[in-house]
């Protein structure tokens, strides 16, 4: 494709986020072009499809809250391999401290519209039987889902390409405001070039301050009713956000043909992708305490990878200095917060009044220097 201004928007890469970026731009009526060396690679491939309101922070409460709200709103047209679930969350509190700490939690989700309960441990019981005995009890936030996000991935492309937009297969080795430059010597000119390209971004565009952080999963084989709800213990928040080189959480999803994900570590400073049998051990070990029969199920699947992380664990959702548009640095929400990114990233280049505060997001916060064309 040549000619400056040829297309309206390039989109580099081809995840969640950048599929839905692009169907969110051409649902605007633009050209859309996405570029990608294949789909679903990356963080999409490797993560949990959860669905999930998280409050760290008011910024990631908007953006979290507002994603669940679209994906909802997606749901109806979702194909059946999406696997759409409307589970709820339940966060578990392994002792009273914990439990107050969700009692805050439940009293601020509902202050906000969100809808809570706290969960005692005698219905905790009732709600997974295969919890361990002595816990304290739950928040339930019954509007999370899990979905299968590859499938999820492959719509919203579907949809750009229904609405005019289209895949370009190449590397991009370099983004431009006004177009991206791809390994076999092709240029792909455009308006406005978006970076959605996960744990590759700082290196196509430097400064952004996003890094990889590395992360384990376990599948197991199929257990329908084993786990009803996606089980996630009340300090996940702490290891999922932490500053520790090295971290492990309970964390556990129901998939609707009865299969368990368990997850999951966390690892900076590592490119290491092979799968590391300490961490599974410890991820195990964990598990062990909320769910105890868990050892006794068949893990049919290991793997890793990793996630695109920055600084202060929000995205980067705006225009960078030297006017690339950026959609990156998810970390292990980008699922989740596809949708409601997209819609900020397409308000922002019109110039609307966005539906959640962007200055949080802003693509220039870990820029230290001027970045050039």
């Known amino acids: 494709m040549t000619g400056h201004g040829a297309t309206e928007v390039v989109i580099v890469g081809a995840g969640i986020v950048g599929a839905a970026c692009a169907a ?40 979290t809250r507002s994603g669940v709200d679209l994906w909802h709103d997606l749901a109806p047209a979702l194909p059946a391999n999406a696997e759409f679930d409307p589970c709820g969350t339940l966060w578990i509190a392994a002792d009273d401290e914990q439990f107050a700490i969700a009692e805050r939690r439940c009293q601020h989700y509902r202050s906000q519209g969100v809808r809570a309960r706290l969960i005692g441990p005698m219905e905790l019981m009732d709600l997974e039987p295969q919890l361990a005995s002595d816990l304290a009890g739950a928040l339930l936030v019954p ?26 297969r190449g590397e991009v080795i370099a983004v431009e405001p006004d177009g991206v430059v791809l390994r076999d010597g092709r240029r792909l000119d455009a308006r406005r070039v978006v970076l959605a390209g996960g744990v590759r971004s700082s290196q196509l565009l430097a400064g952004l ?22 089980l996630v213990e009340l300090g996940y928040l702490t290891s999922a956000h932490g500053s520790a080189d090295e971290s492990v959480a309970f964390n556990v999803q129901p998939r609707r043909n009865g299969q368990l994900l368990i997850g999951s570590s966390r690892q900076f400073g590592t490119s290491y992708p092979a799968v590391e049998p300490r961490l599974l051990d410890q991820m195990v070990r964990v598990a062990e305490r909320y769910l105890p029969e868990i050892t006794n199920l068949n893990a049919l ?35 989740t917060t596809a949708p409601a990114t997209a819609r900020l990233l397409v308000e922002l280049m019109r110039g609307e009044t966005p539906h959640i505060a962007p200055e949080a997001f802003m693509a220039d916060r870990f820029i230290h220097e001027p970045v050039h064309a």
Not at 25 to 52: D, I, R, Y
Not at 310 to 324: E, F, M, Q, S
């Open 143 to 168: 509007g999370d889902a899990v979905l299968y996000q590859p499938a999820a991935t492959r719509f919203l492309l579907s949809c750009a390409e229904r609405d005019g937009g289209r895949l370009e």
């Open 24 to 63: 969110a731009c051409a649902a605007a009526g633009w050209s859309t072009v996405v570029v990608a060396e294949g789909l679903c690679q990356g963080a999409t491939a490797a993560g949990m499809g959860h669905l999930v309101v998280m409050d760290d922070s008011p910024a990631q409460f908007a953006l």
């Open 301 to 335: 699947r290991c793997w890793t990878g990793f996630r695109p992380a920055t600084p202060d664990h929000l995205p980067l959702i705006g225009r960078a200095p030297n006017g690339v548009w950026c959609a990156t640095g998810h970390e292990g929400l980008g699922i």
């Open 209 to 230: 301050g996003v890094r990889p952080r590395k992360g384990h999963l376990i599948i197991t084989d199929r257990y329908p009713g084993f786990v009803r709800h996606q």
